[in-house]
């Protein structure tokens, strides 16, 4: 049996990596949380970004991967936080797509601080209902 000094940060720490909880990466820039959705014809993604202006989020596709990056004013609040939630400095946040979605075809917009992206998917992998024949014997 080991013997192991408990850490109770380390272990929050490893909660919010399991649930996808914003955190701080390498170089202070933190990760995005999103919402992906898959619909019958598109995946869509939704991030929020508060307070982000459009023009200083930057939505990517490359070779597969869609990344959605910019950076968020730190507050100018005077005064020492009693609790401070909100992250600023730079974010980013890197998805590789599936091969059966159309990158050609993606579309984002901006509403009340949540970015979508939605990609349709290709003719291929969209669903569609086999008929049954019916062999008479």
Known sequence: ?????????????RAEEAFGLVRRGRGGVYSLPVDVIRGEDEVIIR???PGVAPEDIEVTLDRGV???????????EAGDFL?????AGRFSRSLRLPGYLDADGAETSYDRG????SLP??????????EIKVSAN
């Open 121 to 130: 998917k290709s003719d291929q992998a969209r669903r569609k209902r086999l």
């Open 66 to 76: 869609l990344t959605i990056a910019g950076s968020a004013e730190a507050g100018s």
């Open 47 to 49: 991030a929020s970004v």
């Open 1 to 13: 049996m080991i013997l192991r000094h408990w850490d109770p940060f380390a272990e929050i720490g």
């Open 83 to 87: 609790v401070r939630e909100r992250s």
């Open 114 to 117: 949540v970015i979508t992206v």
